[in-house]
């Protein structure tokens, strides 16, 4: 029988079934906004491939069985009118299947093999199983058949074009069982004394053990905080290829990176409950630092790209981390991450201000993390407003954190740096009633109606108060009834899915809310936050959202969506007494 559903259900056409710390999932998605009509096996290692279809077969005619797919923590089912097919992960590299009145079919997604692409099929008579191996992936897929009966298998050994794979139907009991690895060279034969519902109860327990410690407030009123949990649980992958450390992955659709300022958002959702984890999210782009003290664009699997960077808003990230942590940082680690963070801000603060210039600027919109933002529109090395609040914030945090380390000098260089970049900031870039842009090249200065340049609220009490008003009042105007649009609705410019130039996105959300409430808007930030939280627990954990209709945009299994909704319902519910 097929176990009793436990935990959040979902949708795995918007979020993949996968578990904690496996490469790959379980999802329809191949590719980006591409559906296939079967659930496939999909590797995120060097890259998203859909290595393996997934397809139930009606056990009379032998041809692919009309099913409905359900999925919860735990446990992934087809049931269909002859019978069901249950899929669990037995480790974070291994699922097992087991089936009744279906049979299943497991068949290579590439058709054609060549010297460099494809899918090679042949059975291992060593692991008396069947072995798919992928050139894209680099790794192999063995399927061990542990109970029922195989069908002769398609296109073993064979070359050039054709199907590869293989048919398991029930035995006299009318059940069976498989087990798919992904593997590097090779292992023993597949064993295991786990009963399948054995597996099923630990996975359930694993996952509880988890949203019990990253959102222990959670209750009625945060109803989409299990399924945000699962969102970066299942998205998150061991150590391997370049990922140093334990990695919450941005998603297991084709977003499955690690973005340098993405990960942040990540540390600080788990900081309270898993403080390894979110230590860990907070380093993993550190480790690939490189001798200018800038931090790569993004780290996945199998590259670092450096050709771009993230905004610094890491000194106030760590601010935040660090409190939230149970336990405080050690000195080692305060030391460690004073100076990563001190190279990184001598980055921006030399490699990125020209000639007697005191405002440094971006390359391009991309080095913003609002990559097509109409702010960039006039020109694309600009000076920019938010990235010297970011850096006023970072400058503070490593005087904050020279002051722990026993370093006075050193506050004292950082408290000045900090002082003189704001004061240049309001005397250069503000106008009296909003911040300008500045070509980094030409001088020419422009305003616009971005949410980009009204992100210096994010200096929260640091900001005169006429100056935050000013832009609260202004951030009022971006605000529709599902929250923070990034272009203003009403200008020219707006695109109900253009990226930055219209749509929600989660971080803007956050980093705004923080700042407002910090310069005493509280009304204004309560609002922002509630309106957010409302459009996850209806909408779910896109990439960003339409911001009039609601209606979730591009990968809608994004993690930095649902640890930003974890922030912000776990705020709430603390302000609420709950």
């Known amino acids: 029988m097929t176990a009793a559903p436990s935990g959040p259900a979902f949708s795995v056409h918007d979020i993949p079934f996968s578990t904690y710390g496996s490469w790959f999932d379980i999802s329809p998605v191949v590719a980006e906004k591409t559906h296939a009509e079967d659930l496939h096996l999909v590797s995120h290692q060097n890259g998203m491939h859909a290595v393996l279809r997934l397809m139930p077969v009606d056990p009379a005619t032998g041809e692919r069985a009309a099913t409905r797919v359900e999925a919860t923590p735990g446990l992934l089912a087809w049931t269909g009118d002859s019978g069901h097919i249950d899929l669990a992960y037995a480790s974070a590299d291994t699922v097992r299947l087991r089936g009744s009145g279906l049979g299943v079919g497991v068949l290579a997604t590439a058709y054609t093999l060549t010297p460099f692409t494809g899918t090679y099929f042949f059975h291992d008579p060593a692991a008396r199983a069947h072995v798919f191996t992928s050139y894209e992936t680099g790794r192999r897929y063995r399927v061990t058949v542990l109970s029922g009966t195989l069908a002769a298998p398609t296109g073993e050994q064979a070359l050039g074009g054709g199907d590869r794979g293989l048919t398991v139907a029930a035995q006299a009991d009318g059940t069976w069982e498989i087990a798919i690895e992904e593997l590097d060279a090779a292992r023993p034969p597949y064993a295991s004394s786990a009963t399948f519902d054995d597996i099923v109860a630990s996975v359930r327990d694993a996952f509880a053990e988890f949203v019990d410690a990253v959102a222990p407030w959670r209750s009625s009123a945060t109803p989409a905080a299990e399924l945000a949990a699962y969102v970066v649980w299942s998205a998150t992958v061991r150590p391997a290829g370049l990922v140093t450390r334990p990695a919450v992955l941005m998603s297991k659709h084709w977003m499955d990176k690690v973005w340098s300022w993405d990960h942040c958002f990540n540390a600080l959702a788990l900081a309270p409950g898993c403080p390894g984890l979110a230590l860990d999210q907070f380093a993993l782009?550190?480790?690939?630092?490189?001798?200018?003290?800038?931090?790569?664009?993004?780290?996945?699997?199998?590259?670092?790209?450096?050709?771009?960077?993230?905004?610094?808003?890491?000194?106030?990230?760590?601010?935040?981390?660090?409190?939230?942590?149970?336990?405080?940082?050690?000195?080692?680690?305060?030391?460690?991450?004073?100076?990563?963070?001190?190279?990184?801000?001598?980055?921006?603060?030399?490699?990125?201000?020209?000639?007697?210039?005191?405002?440094?600027?971006?390359?391009?919109?991309?080095?913003?993390?609002?990559?097509?933002?109409?702010?960039?529109?006039?020109?694309?090395?600009?000076?920019?407003?938010?990235?010297?609040?970011?850096?006023?914030?970072?400058?503070?945090?490593?005087?904050?954190?020279?002051?722990?380390?026993?370093?006075?000098?050193?506050?004292?260089?950082?408290?000045?740096?900090?002082?003189?970049?704001?004061?240049?900031?309001?005397?250069?870039?503000?106008?009296?009633?909003?911040?300008?842009?500045?070509?980094?090249?030409?001088?020419?200065?422009?305003?616009?109606?971005?949410?980009?340049?009204?992100?210096?609220?994010?200096?929260?009490?640091?900001?005169?108060?006429?100056?935050?008003?000013?832009?609260?009042?202004?951030?009022?105007?971006?605000?529709?009834?599902?929250?923070?649009?990034?272009?203003?609705?009403?200008?020219?410019?707006?695109?109900?899915?253009?990226?930055?130039?219209?749509?929600?996105?989660?971080?803007?959300?956050?980093?705004?809310?923080?700042?407002?409430?910090?310069?005493?808007?509280?009304?204004?930030?309560?609002?922002?936050?509630?309106?957010?939280?409302?459009?996850?627990?209806?909408?779910?954990?896109?990439?960003?959202?339409?911001?009039?209709?609601?209606?979730?945009?591009?990968?809608?299994?994004?993690?930095?969506?649902?640890?930003?909704?974890?922030?912000?319902?776990?705020?709430?519910?603390?302000?609420?007494?709950?």
């Open 285 to 578: 782009p550190f480790d690939h630092q490189d001798d200018s003290g800038a931090l790569p664009d993004s780290v996945t699997h199998s590259e670092v790209l450096y050709n771009f960077v993230k905004p610094p808003i890491h000194g106030w990230t760590f601010g935040r981390l660090r409190r939230r942590l149970p336990t405080p940082p050690s000195q080692g680690e305060l030391r460690q991450s004073y100076a990563r963070l001190e190279r990184w801000t001598d980055f921006w603060l030399t490699a990125r201000r020209a000639p007697d210039a005191q405002l440094p600027y971006y390359q391009h919109g991309n080095d913003s993390g609002w990559d097509n933002a109409t702010t960039f529109d006039p020109e694309r090395v600009v000076v920019t407003a938010d990235l010297t609040a970011f850096l006023v914030l970072q400058l503070n945090e490593l005087a904050e954190l020279a002051v722990e380390l026993g370093q006075p000098e050193q506050e004292r260089r950082w408290t000045a740096a900090a002082e003189e970049l704001q004061k240049a900031l309001l005397d250069q870039l503000w106008t009296g009633d909003r911040f300008v842009a500045r070509g980094a090249a030409t001088g020419d200065t422009w305003s616009g109606s971005s949410l980009l340049d009204l992100m210096p609220i994010v200096l929260g009490e640091h900001l005169p108060g006429e100056v935050s008003s000013a832009l609260a009042d202004r951030i009022k105007a971006h605000l529709t009834p599902y929250g923070l649009a990034t272009e203003l609705p009403t200008s020219p410019h707006y695109l109900s899915d253009g990226y930055w130039r219209g749509p929600i996105w989660a971080p803007a959300t956050v980093l705004v809310e923080d700042g407002l409430r910090r310069a005493g808007h509280q009304r204004l930030a309560d609002d922002i936050s509630a309106r957010f939280r409302a459009l996850c627990e209806t909408h779910g954990f896109a990439e960003n959202f339409d911001a009039l209709t609601g209606t979730g945009l591009r990968d809608r299994a994004y993690t930095w969506t649902a640890s930003s909704y974890l922030l912000l319902a776990e705020a709430h519910a603390h302000r609420e007494g709950r």
